[in-house]
């Protein structure tokens, strides 16, 4: 049966265009994806409108509210959401020694791992966050219990079991078993996820994830690749986040870069996502490129520890496919709006530069800003075409992933005072002060997820 939604509705379908409907009629087919949208000015509107009014599954806004699309978050550790906010004084390899590897250890407890997983879930959805890719822990068993947790909440996962096999690199505490067993336990998780996702119209999917080259031996990163390929498998990891990690990756491997071994290992390619990737330069840009490679941005986990900001505007002009993650917990916030806002500050940072000792012109780099329109995109349809699914805008043929903003809820009430109201001037106060408050309901793929009382 047709399932039909009317309402107002900001998307951007194209990077950089913000594209607002009045009014929009969108039919969604049984499997949940959008058939049409419907506008006010097309012939077939009326007719569209009369059969949505006789249907039983029929949702309507009020004036204030406004479909959004769900938002696609990139990059999230999910084992690390008890350790979201804290020790972010700390550099990257004492917060990941002192607190990140105990922590994600404990995951071999998977009524530990349970709670936690449920939660996270529940307060990603409440974000209007309606697709995750997922590090989950070292562990098979509660790896497996995050995809099944994501898939019977109803939001899309892609989850990976984490690799990181060296002995030498990781802690003997936390670390796989052998490279062999990691290299087992990762092909068990692929089939069983490729299994569950047979029974969740929303899709559930299997990741590969070495951790970061850093954390893996030879042997590990080869095989991860051949499993990569033989499964047609996503791909994600860490490539050129900070300083240490870019340098390492060049010492281990005489001069490649941290791009060239991750594409020589057979990791990169169109179902492949890398977090970070601040260090990349036009060469590594042009190797994402032509291999489809997508780019998880983390303004926020940048700003802490990366010594860096993405420089995604010289990488989209190169044709690099980008989307927003919040890198829970190197970012502190599981809100993708605040990474919306932040990847618009960043970008403006490393532009105007800061250091007020040094001159104007020579303090930033040129032509690095990006816009709020721009920053949405990379938080829908950018991470839609990192994963290569169909997602993100509101257009036939994507899934009917979508939030119901309203800007009249009593908690947070957005200014209304008959100034700034056009629609370009609504959707920028939309998505610099909604919260989680004004996101009342979320579908994926057709089905209500989240409603809030
Ligand atoms: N590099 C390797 N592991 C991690 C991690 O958990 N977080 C971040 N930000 N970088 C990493
Ligand atoms: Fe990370």
Redo the contacts with the bound molecule.
Sequence with gaps: MTQYFQGDLFHTPVYGQLDYIPQALIAVDDQGKIEQVYRQDDPAYAEAVKQAQESTDFVRLEAGQYFLPGLVDLHI?AP?WPQAGIALDEP?NV??DEC?FPLEAKYADLDFARAVYTDLIQQLLARGTTTGLY?ASAHLESSYELAKICAQAGQRGLVGKVVMDDPEANPDFYRDASTDQALKDTETFIQKVRDLSKDYKQGVYPVVTP??V??CTDEALAGLGALAKKYNAHVQS?CS??QW?HDFVMERFHGKRDTEVLRDFGLLGPKSVM??CNFLNETDGKIFQETGTGIGH?PY?NAY??NAVLPVKRLKAQGVNIGLGT?IS?GFSPSLYENIRQAVVSSRILEDGVDTQVGPEDRGVSDSRISLVEAFYLATKGGGESLDLPLGSIESGQACDLQLVDTKVTNNILPDFGVFNDPREIFERIIYLVTPENIRKVWVQGDLVVEKG
């Design positions: 550790h690390q990257l917060w990941l990140t590090f951790r970061f850093p954390s860490h986040e900070g990690e977090a970070h983390c986990s520890f990366a890198d190197g």
